[in-house]
């Protein structure tokens, strides 16, 4: 972005103008989530920097809050983090053996009224969340299965295809059909040409959409706040409490270990887009 | 090529058309099934349940299956003059059928919503039910209390005999059905739901705007950064998208209190005095702060992935054929972005219109919007269908934007990541 040498002076001042907007935004993004990590090893209860951590006074950190995490009275975060893990991972599967499928069926050129079904698979994502927990609400409750895991890993099943169905059907407009109807010529059944044909050639955009739901289910607040009872807290409901009722500084060791899962997650979706793109061949 | 039309067969002896045209029905039938258990799954679901949001939103049966004869006798009553004898008499038959299963009461208080009064003459009527003589019942019930002569109550219990009513929907936008049946705004200091409706719009606007004030200018330079340092600067974008919600919520919280850092630093430069710290949480402004923050990388992504197909020879372009940089970028540059603004205004309009974790945490009063409202009657007040109607307001708000979307750029023009 160096700037030719005969640019004008209110073209290099706008220039540079431009660019600290640009560090400001990117500031903006990214600097929230770095103030937990310090705060987090806090020695004292306060949600400051003590004067001791300006003078970055080793007595001033200590690992107290992760250690109230693991092992502090009456522990809600484990049974939540459990709950959480165990939730996102059934609802994940399901939400990807489902989307999948429908995304196979979806990117067929000999797929009826595709535009109407579509907008129907994908209505979970577009109608905001709200709207959402309400409806779905009513159809775990009336099943019985309100403030049980199941009825909650089924609405994060809801929730969380529309994102596989849209990852994998666009992983799938790059896909050359030749090659299953090769494999289909020289003698294998459909499900052998998914599985050792398709499946690994489509698997990068199945595995992102895979991180997308489990994300979604791990993260999502509104409709289990709905559906859980005391045995189905999980991660977000006690973050929600906590941060209603009183911020203390074991929330922000969570949050710390929250935003670490986050970066591994964001690392493995961007090299999995990576690897997509160049299979594909859209990597200039 | 010869003129005359040969029907091609297949070896099968079967002209070429018909074998094609069931072959391709069998491939839809194939696609079809694929895509079946999903879109079957999401309808049960999903969608049916939408649809008895809207049943239960409108639902009044409660009363008219309360008073089945009444309703029945009523059918022929004009409602001008007081009604007759007949529905007198199946008014007290249903009433002692409430009686016994002492559900009188639910119908007092029903009632009594209808029209101001009821609850008390029906427990008279309770009180003398017994005393009730064969015959002429329209006389006895009159003797009972002066307002079962009033033929305005009886107006009021017809108005209850449709199965459905609005007034769920009247309630969201502050309004009733008075005595008179008329709709009728309530009284000025009690409209909070117009107020909400209005805050949760300009919660959204507002953030809209500053998402795409803010989220233009970086897409841009993403877009025209050397990829080595693009994909560094992704990450800023990339890592509180992914990160959860109530992470991003916890640390504006912390920025943002009174001795936070943010205070900090103002009063360090001289902003503020240390005593005169500002309050920037617990309202509009801290809302405004962190929705923005969270929601930005919606804007950025579809923006980005726009702005990546545009050539940047057609900038230069511009520019030799004599356009300013200013001139060339409006002219040229930006309407190539309109389909990523679209896309990347909507995504943020409709996330933050339904929105209510973090306006609830850091907006304190006044980040009270309409989704905390339908939470709130969903677990508080159990009024589920209160709660379906507003719902479904707020669901036909977003349906109108995506229309209107749709006319101005094409819903197809969406581009995603």
């Keep these: 972005m160096a700037l030719p040498k005969y640019t004008e002076t209110r073209y290099r001042i706008w220039h540079y103008l431009y660019l600290s907007i640009c560090g400001f935004v990117f500031f903006f993004l990214i600097a929230p989530l770095f103030v937990i990590f310090p705060l987090s090893f806090n020695a004292e209860e306060f949600l400051v920097f003590s004067e001791g951590m300006k003078r970055l006074d080793p007595d001033a950190f200590s690992l107290r809050w992760y250690h109230d995490m693991v092992y502090g009275t009456k522990n809600p975060w484990g049974l939540a983090a459990k709950n959480s893990f165990i939730i996102a991972i059934f609802a994940t599967i399901g939400a990807v053996i489902l989307g999948t499928v429908a995304a196979l069926g979806l990117s067929s050129r000999h797929m009826p009224y595709k535009g109407l079904i579509m907008a129907t698979l994908i209505s979970p994502m577009i109608v905001p969340l709200i709207i959402s927990g309400v409806a779905i609400f009513f159809f775990i409750a009336k099943i019985g299965l309100a403030a049980t895991h199941l009825g909650i890993v089924i609405a994060h099943i809801i929730l969380g295809t529309p994102f596989v169905v849209i990852t994998v059907t666009a992983t799938l407009s790059g896909f050359d059909h030749s090659v299953t109807r090769a494999a289909a010529s020289l003698g294998s059944n459909p499900v052998n040409t998914f599985m050792k044909i398709t499946l690994p050639l489509i698997l990068p955009g199945v595995i992102s959409g895979a991180l997308f739901a489990f994300v979604t289910s791990f993260d999502e607040v509104v409709v289990v706040l709905f559906l859980a009872g005391l045995d189905n807290t999980t991660i977000p409901i006690q973050m929600w409490t906590g941060l209603r009722e009183q911020l203390s500084p074991t929330i922000l060791a969570v949050a710390t270990c929250l935003i670490i899962l986050s970066t591994l997650i964001l690392v493995t979706a961007e090299l999995l887009r990576r690897r997509s793109e160049r299979l594909r061949g859209i990597n200039r | 090529m010869s003129s005359e039309t040969q029907k091609i067969l297949t070896t099968d002896g079967i002209p070429l058309e018909i074998s094609l045209k069931k072959a391709e029905k069998k491939n ?382 094409g819903i197809d023009n969406i581009k995603l990541g």
């Design chain 2, 28 to 409: 839809k039938i194939k696609a079809f099934l694929l895509v079946a258990p999903l879109l079957l799954f999401i309808i049960i679901t999903y969608i049916f349940p939408i649809g008895e949001m809207f049943t239960r939103s409108i639902d009044d049966r409660m009363i008219t299956n309360m008073l089945p004869k009444t309703f029945k006798a009523m059918e022929t009553w004009d409602g001008k003059e007081l009604p007759p004898e007949e529905v007198f008499a199946s008014f007290l038959a249903d009433f002692k059928v409430l009686a016994e299963k002492k559900e009188h009461g639910k119908l007092g208080q029903r009632l009594n919503k209808e029209k101001n009064g009821f609850n008390t003459i029906l427990k008279k009527l309770w009180r003398k039910m017994n005393k009730f003589e064969d015959g002429n019942t329209k006389e006895q019930i009159m003797e009972i209390h002066k307002r079962f002569r009033d033929v305005k109550y009886w107006q009021a219990i017809k108005r209850t005999a449709p199965p459905y009513t609005m007034a769920k929907y009247l309630k969201g936008m502050d309004m009733y059905y008075d005595e008179d049946g008329n709709v009728t705004q309530v009284e000025k200091d009690r409209r909070i739901h117009r107020i909400l409706w209005l805050r949760t719009l300009e919660i959204a606007v507002v953030v809209t705007i500053l998402c795409f004030l803010m989220g233009y200018p970086i897409a841009h330079l993403l877009a025209v950064l050397p990829m080595k340092y693009s994909n560094l600067l992704m990450i800023c974008v990339l890592l509180p998208f992914w990160t959860s919600l109530l992470v991003r919520t916890a640390s504006w919280m912390i920025l943002l209190q009174q001795q936070g850092i943010v205070n900090d630093f103002f009063v360090m430069i001289g902003l503020v005095a240390d005593d005169n710290r500002p309050e920037m949480m617990y309202n509009k402004t801290g809302t405004y702060i962190a929705m923005t923050q969270i929601l930005l990388p919606f804007m950025v992504l579809p923006l980005y992935s726009v702005m990546k197909t545009i050539s940047p020879s057609l900038m230069r372009a511009g520019k030799s054929l004599g356009g300013t940089p200013f001139v060339a970028f409006w002219k040229v540059y930006f309407p190539l972005t309109i389909p990523g603004i679209g896309a990347g205004c909507l995504l943020v309009f409709i996330l933050a219109i339904g929105y209510y974790i973090t306006p609830a945490l850091v907006g304190g009063a006044s980040g009270t919007l309409i989704s905390n409202q339908i939470a709130y009657h969903m677990k508080e007040t159990l009024d589920w269908s209160f709660a379906s109607a507003m719902g479904l307001m707020l669901l036909t708000g977003v349906l109108a934007v995506y229309w209107v979307y749709n006319k101005l750029v």
